[in-house]
């Protein structure tokens, strides 16, 4: 009977093998909170720039590092990442995470929470969603890319399941202006929660994602910059994810306080896959148009992120990633581009079995 069972396919996964990506996502999602979110993620850059560079020697090693490490249940950002995000929205929400960050705490994915057991258990738990939520849009061949749309849905899912609100209280001009912020402004009394180092009225009436990084001409130039970058990155090596591993691998500067290290992520991967997409199979393809594309899905991506950060982190309490919705929305228009048969595939991002 339990042989019979094991053999039932679940989601188009055998029931064992689903079995041991639950238990293999719990302990994924409690490492990235007991490295901190952000830590994790930056060890998903490095076995990205790993698998791929194995991948030019052999194929397979690249299948395994990159897919089953960097984007499996070790170092998949929709289960280290987004589980150490979930642990402290649940640490903080509790006043158990003193990180001694300038916004509420529960925003501080640099922080590594340890071994306190509860936070272990809060990321292993939002581990195992953002596994479920992955392998659902996997399976279903969903028209985006299914761990950066399940690191926005864990993100939602914290904020409701933990007790904070979806966007938070409004302050200045509405939701684009981040002008309270640029005057130092702080909130009222009572007006929102404090947390274990600071009192609702010591915190900053706008919590821009990255005070270096939300003016638009910046936030669209940098986009055009690492564009051409991923462009260029997959012309020459066919690799999609390497642009991505080096841009998430960087970010260990910012977490070690290292001041302006842009985050570009988002910016990179939507380029290299859609610079991969308008020319498809084609060996006679234009380079340039690779490159022209891929720095218009580099700004295109920038921008997503920005218009995010604004609307869904600046007023709320916890960290909702905007480069995870940003290159949800990117994969999701080169999808479209392809199903309308404006771009001749969609390289690597599903497209509803078109």
Known sequence: MLTTVLQVPVLGIEFSTLVILFIAAFGGGAFGAALGALPAFCFTGFMVIAGEAAGFAQAELAANVTGLVAFGPVFGPHISFA????????????????????????????FALGTEPSHLVAGGLFGIAGMLITQFSAAFALPWDPIAVAVTLSALLHRVVLGYSVIGVVAGDGLFDMTPFERGEKRRAGEVDGDADK????????????????????VALIGLVTGI???????????????????????????????????????????????????ASDPSASGILVVVVAAVFGVYGALLGEVWQRIFYAHGDTHWDPPAAAITLATFTIAVLYIVGVFPGSAWVPALGV
Do not use: C
């Open 83 to 110: 589980g150490g995000a979930a642990a402290a929205a649940y640490a903080a929400r509790d006043n158990e995470m003193g990180a001694g960050f300038d916004y509420h705490n529960a925003k501080a994915i640099t």
């Open 199 to 218: 009192a609702g009225e010591e915190r900053f009436a706008v919590e821009p994602w990255l005070p270096h990084q939300y003016e638009w001409s910046g």
């Open 229 to 279: 970058l991923g462009g260029y990155i997959w012309l020459q090596t066919g690799s999609y994810f390497l642009g991505f591993g080096i841009s998430a691998a960087s970010l260990t500067f910012l977490n070690l306080g290292v001041e302006k290290i842009p985050v570009t992520h988002h910016m990179t991967l939507p380029a290299s896959t859609a610079g991969a997409a308008v020319v």
